[in-house]
């Protein structure tokens, strides 16, 4: 079983749309979420950190599901600008031989069209 | 602030060269990466230090690639000598702590002939 898991996509959805990205990881002992946007030939960026009580930043939602391993991103009213590769992202546990060290999804790719 | 400031950005080498690719993390982030990513293979952690010091360097695929954090400001990866299946576009990341997200470079896009 691979360490993080996502969604193969890729997803294809209308401008307006409403897209949800789900993600599951194996290290029950994770500490820190992450979900990162990577446009093409560019680098991995930030989007957001994913907090257990659910996070917002304007039109993306964030969920993490401990119990069941599992993170959420939803973007509502898509933008042609929100197509890119998204990648979810765990961090390792401390003490751990993952310490400090962020582990990858292999991405879903958004296409966002007019 | 400057972000993470990776050189150079592009780089066009001949196999069996020795190759430097080089980073400067954002000041007072006290973690730095080193990735590389390829089509086939994603995203991969090739080494990462905590305060300079190596703390796991699992992800380096062989003995011709090593890299080095002299001061809390600069890293390098060196790959010696160079192959073609090394092209690649090579990232480095710093964050602040443990749990923090990490912030990336815009990577050097390395072609290995």
């Known amino acids: 079983r691979k360490e993080v898991e996502q969604d193969p996509g890729p997803f294809n959805v209308p401008e307006g749309a409403t897209v949800a990205f789900n993600c599951t990881y194996s290290n029950s002992a994770s500490q820190s979420f992450f979900w990162y946007r990577q446009d093409c030939r560019k680098e991995p960026k930030l989007l957001m950190s994913v907090y257990s009580s659910g996070n917002e930043d304007g039109r993306f939602t964030a969920q993490l599901n401990r119990a069941s391993q599992y993170i959420s991103l939803l973007i509502r009213d898509s933008k042609l600008s929100d197509s890119a590769t998204y990648l979810c992202?765990?961090?390792?546990?401390?003490?751990?031989?993952?310490?400090?060290?962020?582990?990858f999804g292999q991405g879903t790719i958004l296409t966002v069209h007019p | 602030d400057a972000g993470v400031i990776q050189s150079p950005r592009h780089e066009v080498t001949e196999m069996g060269q020795e190759v430097t690719l080089r980073c400067k993390p954002i000041?007072?982030?006290?973690?730095l990466f080193w990735y590389r990513q390829t089509m086939m293979r994603g995203l991969e952690l090739l080494i990462y230090f905590n305060n300079n010091v190596p703390i796991d360097d699992s992800g380096m695929p062989e003995d011709r690639f090593s890299a080095k954090m002299p001061n809390a400001s600069f890293s390098t990866l060196k790959i010696q000598p160079s192959e073609p299946r090394d092209s690649a576009v090579y990232f480095c990341?710093?964050?602040?702590?443990?749990?923090?997200?990490?912030?990336f470079g815009p990577g050097t896009r390395l072609t290995v002939l």
């Open positions: 992202v765990v961090n390792g546990n401390a003490g751990g031989t993952s310490y400090g060290k962020l582990t």
């Open positions: 990341a710093s964050s602040l702590d443990y749990y923090s997200g990490q912030f």
């Open positions: 000041s007072g982030h006290d973690y």
